[in-house]
T-cell receptor, first 115, second 114 residues
Framework: KAGVTQTPRYLIKTRGQQVTLSCSPI?????VSWYQQTPGQGLQFLFE???????NKGNFPGRFSGRQFSNSRSEMNVSTLELGDSALYLC??????????????FGAGTRLSVL | GQQLNQSPQSMFIQEGEDVSMNCTSS?????WLWYKQEPGEGPVLLIA?????ELTSNGRLTAQFGITRKDSFLNISASIPSDVGIYFC??????????????FGKGTLLTVNP
């Protein structure tokens, strides 16, 4: 089974621009979660999508948004980029149902640099 | 919100030594997870713990779910150079249902000197 795939791996943008990141989950997984990782704050939960609906949300401003498609692939969008948005953005997928011991698996991440 | 305190922040050890790291929480978790992250990669799950008091091993790694459900530790025995990386603990308030929101520790950076 292929793992979680994130594209692109690296991205450089300037302040004020917007960016879209993509995540393809493990085949059969219906839930996709997004995390932001920075040296100062560590791994912070952004949101989770399940069956094309946002199911959980972290404490990030509205500039951070996402969506999920019918094939479970997900995109994350950040508008009006700020310098502080520079981070590794990680996507994780899991089955997502009420299955006990439902573990999520991470992709390699997209490294976003905002100049 | 929930906070996870992971310690130590970093460790520099000699090959062959044993390593211990732990996480404590201000809240109760029903699941504790330990991940390892290597440069340029996402976190990889090492061990999952689901029951207070549970002790689980994965090769040279052993982790325990604290009785109070507010802490967990990870031990690595006889460390080798490929153990280098950042180790994260993560806690989850339920067992995998719809309220799935992992809280992560800040990580322990492990360096192994050959």
């Amino acid at each position: 089974k292929a793992g979680v795939t994130q594209t692109p791996r690296y991205l450089i943008k300037t302040r004020g621009q917007q960016v879209t990141l993509s995540c393809s989950p493990i085949s059969g997984h219906r839930s996709v979660s997004w995390y932001q990782q920075t040296p100062g704050q560590g791994l912070q939960f952004l949101f989770e999508y399940f069956s094309e609906t946002q199911r959980n949300k972290g404490n990030f401003p509205g500039r951070f948004s996402g969506r999920q498609f019918s094939n479970s692939r997900s995109e994350m969008n950040v508008s009006t980029l700020e310098l502080g948005d520079s981070a590794l953005y990680l996507c994780a997928s899991r089955d997502g149902g009420t299955v006990i011991k439902n573990i999520q698996y991470f992709g390699a991440g997209t490294r976003l640099s905002v100049l | 919100g929930q906070q996870l305190n992971q310690s130590p922040q970093s460790m520099f050890i000699q090959e062959g030594e044993d390593v211990s790291m732990n996480c404590t929480s201000s809240s109760i978790f029903n699941t504790w997870l330990w991940y390892k992250q290597e440069p340029g990669e996402g976190p990889v799950l090492l061990i999952a713990l689901y029951k207070a008091g549970e002790l689980t091993s994965n090769g040279r790694l052993t982790a325990q779910f604290g009785i109070t459900r507010k802490d967990s530790f990870l031990n690595i025995s006889a460390s080798i150079p490929s153990d280098v990386g950042i180790y994260f603990c993560a806690g989850q308030p339920d067992s995998g249902g719809s309220n799935y929101k992992l809280t992560f520790g800040k990580g322990t950076l492990l360096t192994v000197n050959p």
